[in-house]
């Protein structure tokens, strides 16, 4: 940890050293803090919850849990003169007691936000990009986190259970490198127009929560292997309603053990395929939108065999920004994986509606939301729970 802190600090050191340099013809102080000024833009958010477990599950009961995330990004061509190139660093500070744990005992974990309580490094990042956002070409390296990019779906933003967000069979992958953990790694994107092409290599084991727990570790080990990533997606440009198709498929090279735990597999890999379209209004953000993810993957050595996802999102219906979403989720457990005696194999389904404010005061949206998690865990007994709260967001 000491070898990777320090190997981190010597890689900033470096790269603000070179923007400096570059910058050189413009090296009097007053120059450098308006350059500064001009290229730099910070972001603070905090999300605070209380959400209360109403029946069902392991037992009644509420708790509050919190996130405060952090994050800067550095235009370097407006710093330094680097044309096209971005710097970007965020920071995670998640706390308090999720329900999941305690009080419902889901698979799919009911909060977005639920993560080991510290302070962490979550990316850090450079970019070059040649091109516009029509017709690009990019590469990002750094300590990067695989869905920020990857699998994504815009309307599962507003939902606050986890199934809306990272695909469940790959979540629930060990050591993928998914919020909140990251590890070291190349991504390719190419753009163009509607089609967009991207890949990445990344480290095969971002490790756990509590091994990497301040996300200060950079090392990569052989036996971690290697995360092989590709995606192709088709996406409507310019005002009009909003359409987007994406394919993708990853392998892991590292060993994965049997579910069963007779015996080690050699790599493990996975397919998915999400859709969103808004089907009403035309100025590509209030309306209705529909939307539907998949994935699969080998049910002999993941507990998720393959998923299904979804929903509808309505924005603007009482005022500009707001957004009410209903979705629903089925993560089907693996029937390979061992259950308890006379319990046979089974899934979890999320229903889950949400309702996300505008923004009020310039800077608080409020979120109610209701989740009714159809048999907890997958493979448990737990009775259905029924999960109410309220999520605050403050932005800065």
């Known amino acids: 940890m000491i070898r990777s802190r320090a190997r981190f600090r010597c890689a900033l050191a470096v790269l603000v050293t070179l923007a400096l340099r570059a910058g050189a013809e413009e090296d009097s102080a007053p120059a450098l803090q308006q350059r500064l000024r001009a290229g730099t833009e910070a972001h603070l958010t905090y999300i605070g919850e209380e959400m209360a477990n109403l029946s069902g599950g392991i037992r009644r009961g509420a708790a509050y849990e919190g996130l405060l995330d952090a994050h800067v990004a550095l235009d370097l061509e407006k710093i330094a003169g680097l044309t096209q190139t971005t710097f970007f660093a965020q920071i995670l500070a998640p706390h308090g007691v999720g329900l999941t744990e305690k009080y419902v005992g889901d698979f799919n974990v009911l909060s977005n936000i639920d993560a080991f309580d510290t302070v962490r490094l979550y990316e850090i990042r450079i970019e070059k990009r040649i091109g516009d956002d029509q017709r690009h070409v990019s590469l990002r390296a ?171 999102v309505y924005e603007g219906l009482v005022h500009t920004g707001d957004r009410l979403g209903a979705g629903v989720s089925f993560t089907k457990i693996s029937d390979r994986f061992p259950h308890g005696a006379g319990e046979a194999a089974h899934h979890e389904t999320v229903l889950e509606l949400t309702y996300q404010t505008a923004l009020m005061l310039d800077h608080l949206r409020l979120q109610p939301d209701f989740q009714y998690i159809l048999n907890p865990g997958g493979a448990t007994r737990a009775q259905d729970a029924v999960v109410a709260g309220l999520r605050a967001i403050v932005d800065f």
């Open 142 to 312: 750094g300590k990067l986190a695989v869905d920020t990019e990857f699998f994504t779906c815009d309307c599962g933003g507003v939902f606050m259970n986890s199934s809306f967000g990272a695909l469940n069979t790959i979540s629930q992958v060990p050591g993928f490198a998914i919020w909140p953990l990251s590890t070291p790694g190349i991504r390719a994107e190419f753009a163009d127009g509607s089609w967009v092409f991207r890949s990445g290599v990344y480290g095969g084991n971002a490790g756990s929560e509590l091994r990497t727990e301040h996300g200060t570790h950079f090392g990569i080990r052989g036996s971690d292997g290697a995360l092989l990533i590709g995606e192709i997606g088709w996406r409507t440009i310019g005002d009009g309603p909003r359409t987007s198709v994406k394919a993708g498929a990853f392998y892991d090279t590292a060993k994965y053990p049997d579910v069963r735990g007779d015996h080690v597999h050699r790599g493990n890999g996975g397919a998915y395929v999400a859709a969103e379209r808004q089907v009403s209004g035309t100025d590509g953000s209030a309306g209705l939108s529909l939307f539907t993810r998949a994935s699969a993957v080998p049910d002999d050595r993941n507990e998720a065999a393959w998923y299904a996802e979804g929903g509808a």
